[in-house]
């Protein structure tokens, strides 16, 4: 079983156990920055066993991973010295299934359930390869009926009785009708039943449902670490109230103005080609209906640019991801490159390039253009031939940077070559790179590559690095007192780099590394491929 913990900060003596959902990032729920502000003990446990889901309940209905969670729950209450009453269960879908499933079968007094599925065994029945790992193979009816009576029968019997138990939920979730209303009544011994109900034009589905409230859930569960045990009852939040002549008149206002929204979502770099996807659109909304737009990407440095057409994709969530005053969905609002193979840089020389985004509406009379921002900073280096090609962006801006993939040769410079070996066209290099003076204290801290310089060709490759603190460190000179355990650089996987379309020749061999805006290299020698 997998699992994280995070211990407490001061004194609070509390524990929140955190069940996942599905696709939950990494198997985790919750596990990012959402959960730093509360100073409870926090146990997240990973819902994959053999590869699957279980709901944290069973495989072919034996029932053995339920009793493997529950006892590291009890082992860490133990290790604690936290009672059941000091604890929280905290899930989303799935994730709330089993807060709700363990939260009443072994009296764990707090429950944070976030559309959660009551009906278990039906659903997973739908979902061929979890259903089949829960129920067995030929998923029998008597096996779905036993799931689908856990939660509702555990209710039935007592009725949420001594709990605290919060319950998020939207009409506009499309699971509503079938796994929440009908199980509601259910509650009826519960003290402190406590229904979050959104109704919001930013929450149109089932997962849309926990961003929405995860204020609110943050709010019950600093409560309940606290000692306190909020009684809410039942609450709608979310505003559906829309005039829609001021939705109109403040939408056609918006598109008047000279806004473009550009925002890169990924990126990626494939040979000499760019791939970039995001959204690029108009905000607001003509009073005469909608139209058509172009869309195109812009690189530019110096004096000059390049215009290359983007197609137009579907984009989902802008309602919510792009809400200003009124939701507006703005469906042909992605882009990407027209060929799949990318967006082709080939006849732009070496400089440092400006990106922006161009959309167009001619039955508007609409042509502008926006700086490309990104999502999320990103730095994505690859060499290609005797380039180095860098893609940096941050919320501000987006650059693309291409210059030569042998850089300066620095005094500061550390290198030792450990091992190199070249079997059939096969060529390994292994050691030492570092410059004094720049950290490389972790993994990311730069990027390595092979090259391999000769009379008509350059062929340049991805290097991988690993922390060989003591290979490493005998390397640093006296008086440097920076970190460096991870200056180690190695063909992938130590098998070497297969040269099979190279041309025949000599070669000299170099090692660059890049990081920040600087690239070093330094010699390895040379070869002859014959």
């Known amino acids: 079983?997998?699992?994280?913990?995070?211990?407490?900060?001061?004194?609070v003596s509390h524990l929140i156990v955190v069940f996942s959902g599905f696709a939950a990032p990494g198997g985790y729920h919750f596990a990012g920055k959402s959960l730093n502000g509360l100073r409870a003990n926090v146990l997240w446990i990973r819902d994959?066993?053999?590869?699957?889901?279980?709901?944290?309940?069973?495989?072919?209905?034996?029932?053995?991973?339920?009793?493997?969670?529950?006892?590291?729950?009890?082992?860490?209450?133990?290790?604690?010295g936290i009672t059941h009453d000091r604890v929280s269960l905290l899930g989303v879908s799935k994730g709330g299934s089993a807060a709700l499933y363990y939260g009443l079968k072994y009296g764990f007094r707090n429950i944070v359930t976030v559309v959660?599925?009551?009906?278990?065994?039906?659903?997973?029945?739908?979902?061929?390869?979890?259903?089949?790992?829960?129920?067995?193979?030929?998923?029998?009816?008597?096996?779905?009926?036993?799931?689908?009576?856990?939660?509702?029968?555990?209710?039935?019997?007592?009725?949420?009785?001594?709990?605290?138990?919060?319950?998020?939920?939207?009409e506009a979730d499309e699971q509503y009708e079938t796994e929440i209303s009908p199980h509601l009544q259910l509650f009826w011994a519960c003290a402190n039943f406590n229904v979050v109900r959104t109704r919001s034009h930013l929450v149109r589905q089932h997962g849309e449902v926990s961003g929405y409230n995860l204020p609110l859930v943050l709010g019950v569960l600093s409560a309940l670490s606290d000692g306190a045990e909020p009684r809410l009852g039942f609450v709608e939040?979310?505003?559906?109230?829309?005039?829609?002549?001021?939705?109109?008149?403040?939408?056609?206002e918006l598109r008047?103005?000279?806004?473009?929204?550009?925002?890169?979502?990924?990126?990626?770099?494939?040979?000499?080609?760019?791939?970039?996807?995001?959204?690029?659109?108009?905000?607001?909304?003509?009073?005469?209906?909608e139209f058509q737009s172009t869309k195109s990407l812009i690189i530019e440095g110096g004096s000059r640019h390049w215009e290359f057409p983007l197609a137009t994709t579907e984009a989902k969530h802008t309602y919510s991801l792009y809400f200003d005053r009124f939701a507006r969905d703005y469906t042909d609002g992605g882009f990407e490159p027209e060929a799949k193979t990318g967006v082709p840089m080939a006849g732009i020389p070496g400089g440092v390039y400006e990106l922006s985004i161009r959309v167009a509406s001619p039955a508007e009379g609409i042509d502008r253009r926006a700086k490309l921002a990104a999502r999320r900073?990103?730095?994505?280096?690859?060499?290609?031939?005797?380039?180095?090609?860098?893609?940096?962006?941050?919320?501000?801006?987006?650059?693309?940077?291409?210059?030569?993939v042998i850089g300066q040769f620095s005094q500061e410079a550390a290198f030792s070559l450990e091992k190199?070996?070249?079997?059939?066209?096969?060529?390994?290099?292994e050691g030492v790179f570092f410059v004094h003076g720049i950290e490389a204290a972790s993994?990311?801290?730069?990027?390595?590559?092979?090259?391999?310089?000769?009379?008509?060709?350059?062929?340049?490759?991805?290097?991988?690095?690993?922390?060989?603190?003591?290979?490493?460190r005998p390397h640093v000179r006296r008086g440097d007192f920076g970190t460096y355990d991870f200056a180690y650089f190695a063909t992938p996987g130590y098998k070497g780099i297969a040269l099979p379309n190279a041309t025949p020749g000599d070669y000299e061999v170099y090692i660059s590394m890049s990081t920040g805006g600087s690239l070093f290299s330094a010699s390895a020698g040379s070869i002859t491929l014959s």
Not at 1 to 11: C, H, K, L, S, V
Not at 74 to 79: D, I, L, N, V
Not at 238 to 249: A, H, I, L, M, S
Not at 258 to 287: C, M, W, Y
Request: aromatic share 10%; hydrophobic share 35%; glycine share 8%.
């Open 377 to 404: 900073p990103f730095d994505v280096r690859r060499p290609f031939g005797s380039l180095e090609i860098a893609l940096v962006g941050d919320e501000k801006r987006v650059r693309l940077i291409r210059r030569p």
């Open 237 to 252: 939040n979310g505003d559906v109230q829309v005039d829609p002549t001021e939705r109109q008149r403040y939408l056609s």
């Open 48 to 80: 994959e066993f053999d590869g699957h889901y279980s709901y944290y309940m069973c495989r072919g209905m034996n029932f053995d991973i339920e009793a493997s969670v529950h006892n590291l729950i009890e082992s860490t209450m133990s290790r604690l």
């Open 1 to 11: 079983m997998e699992y994280r913990f995070r211990p407490a900060e001061g004194d």
């Open 116 to 170: 959660p599925q009551f009906l278990v065994g039906s659903y997973v029945r739908d979902r061929a390869e979890t259903g089949r790992y829960m129920l067995g193979n030929d998923m029998p009816q008597t096996h779905v009926d036993i799931l689908d009576h856990a939660i509702p029968d555990l209710l039935k019997a007592y009725g949420g009785q001594d709990r605290n138990i919060y319950l998020f939920t939207s």
């Open 256 to 289: 008047a103005k000279d806004a473009l929204t550009a925002v890169l979502n990924k990126q990626e770099i494939r040979g000499n080609n760019l791939v970039l996807s995001g959204h690029a659109f108009i905000p607001g909304e003509s009073p005469h209906g």
């Open 443 to 472: 993994h990311g801290h730069a990027h390595y590559y092979l090259v391999l310089r000769g009379a008509q060709s350059v062929y340049s490759f991805r290097l991988g690095m690993s922390g060989k603190a003591a290979v490493v």
């Open 420 to 429: 190199s070996w070249l079997k059939d066209r096969t060529l390994h290099v």
